[in-house]
């Protein structure tokens, strides 16, 4: 079955390529620049599940992972041509069954999932992080393999060239990029082949990356990010990412990352809608600030959260979870947190809405435990997607022993995808052991973690 979607990914692909010289306007070419993207890595998650249980040599855990990352993909090709209107033009390449194919090997290996049981040990630090990673990210003086600086003390004055020298590079072990204090104005790519790079910066409010792309201003939302991150096993320690385009131009992300077993430790992402986009595979955040309005933490893949001032009339929403598939063993989980109000928010704060969630996709899955929720959390706690019914029978929205003086489940809304969730059983599936499989790599990057409740 996975080699069938191999074959048809590759069709489209290069239909996608052909198809490109019929390209007329902008909004076609970048629309179709990210599918050819999208489709591209793709195959690689494919190919990896494949080769990994050709050889029995990955969990089911880790196929599941990567054929929810392939699907989410092609819907993330089908959503930007949307937002851009340029739907009509990329339909003809996105068929072949791609999507049906790999839902297929996602409710057959799903099955395999459930009877698998993982250990639900608490450690300090995941096991996925090595204790080299480990000292990486505690120590403060750290020897870089390059260093970047604005005032021209560094080898670079940007960070891109830093990443592409580091692509370039024969080894494929931990490559340390060490980015000075200053502001960067510029977007900058981890390509899928380029492995293990670790970004380090002098601490939020320091080390700052900063762009403005944005949906009005003719991106999709996929590749406004300022940041966007694919290759495997990314760290970023003490980089504040921003998105400067403000609320007035939709959705424009600070960061986009589909790195799988990637880390980001005491870094913050500033942005207004759409903020961070964890776009899907295993991804770990901790002592992070992250600042946004609507969908600002969103996708199919934590820390404390800054709830800002939106535009009069709008609400804010937290989160918004991508999950389409109700085998994707994907959703977010915020664990330990803080929300509260941004100081542009705080001196109107009852003249705006929050909510923790609302369902981007059918089978969206986001969870709330251990947290302080501060008074600005509306009572009924989750939105409806645009004032309708939709998915609230599918999605899985729990809370589960939260506090703080909105953190009350009273008159939370009484949807039958709504859970209070009451059982540490249940709770456990939510921990970085069983929603992430922590203590099988975050122990190897040395940020200090609970895999257990």
Same mark, same amino acid.
């Given at each position: ?13 290069? *239909? ?7 390209? +007329?306007? /902008? ?13 591209? /890595?793709?195959?690689?998650?494919? /190919? ?85 990673? %480990? ?55 981890? *390509? ?37 991150? *694919? ?9 504040? $990412? %921003? ?48 600042y946004g309005t609507i969908d600002f933490i969103f996708g199919n893949a934590a820390c404390a959260i800054y709830v800002r001032r939106p535009l009069k009339g709008q609400a804010n929403v937290v989160t ?15 664990? /330990? ?14 003249? $705006?809405?929050?909510?923790?969630? %609302? ?17 600005? +959390? ?76």
């Open positions: 079955m996975v080699e069938f979607a191999i074959d048809r990914a590759l069709n489209s692909h290069r *239909d996608a390529k052909e198809y490109g010289q019929n390209c +007329v306007t /902008n909004y076609q070419k970048v629309a179709l620049a990210d599918c050819l993207k999208l489709y591209d /890595n793709t195959i690689l998650q494919l /190919n990896r599940t494949l080769h990994g249980l050709n050889n029995q040599s990955i969990s089911i855990f880790d196929a599941q992972t990567w054929l929810s990352t392939a699907l989410t993909n092609i819907e993330t090709c089908r959503t930007g041509s949307l937002e851009l209107n340029v739907s009509d033009f990329i339909t003809p390449i996105m068929g072949n069954n791609v999507s049906e194919l790999i839902c297929n090997c996602l409710a057959i290996n799903g099955g395999l999932l459930k009877i698998q049981e993982v250990k639900n040990e608490a450690k300090e630090f995941p096991s996925w992080v090595s204790k080299h990673e %480990r000292r990486l990210l505690q120590i403060s003086s750290i020897k870089a393999n390059l260093v970047v600086a604005k005032d021209g003390s560094g080898r670079f004055k940007t960070v891109q060239a830093a990443i592409d020298l580091a692509a370039r590079r024969r080894g494929t072990g931990r490559f340390v990029i060490y980015v000075k204090k200053g502001i960067y104005r510029e977007n900058i790519e981890v *390509d899928k082949n380029n492995n293990n790079i670790m970004l380090v910066g002098d601490g939020l409010g320091y080390t700052i990356i900063t762009s403005s792309r944005s949906v009005q201003g003719g991106s999709t939302t996929y590749n406004s990010a300022t940041a966007g991150i *694919d290759g495997l096993y990314f760290i970023a320690r003490g980089i504040t $990412f %921003r998105n400067t385009a403000g609320p007035l131009k939709g959705q424009a992300v600070a960061l986009r990352s589909a790195s799988d077993l990637s880390v980001f430790y005491r870094c913050a992402f500033q942005g207004y809608q759409d903020t961070l986009i964890v776009h899907s595979q295993r991804q770990f955040y901790r002592e992070c600030n992250i918004a979870q991508a999950r389409n598939d109700p085998f994707q063993n994907t959703g977010i989980s915020n664990h /330990n947190s803080q929300i509260r109000a941004a100081n542009d928010l705080k001196p109107v704060v009852r003249a $705006f809405k929050t909510y923790l969630g %609302r369902p981007w996709m059918q089978y969206s899955r986001t969870v709330v435990m251990k947290t302080y929720l501060d008074s600005l +959390v509306s009572a009924l706690g989750w939105d409806q997607w645009l004032k309708t019914d939709f998915a609230v029978k599918t999605v899985y929205y729990g809370e589960s022993k939260n506090f703080g003086p909105g953190s009350s489940t009273r008159l939370r809304v009484r949807w039958p995808g709504f859970h209070i969730i009451t059982s540490p059983n249940v709770a456990s599936h939510f921990t970085v052991n069983s929603l992430l499989a922590g203590p099988t790599w975050l122990s190897t990057t040395g940020v200090p973690f609970a895999s257990g409740l």
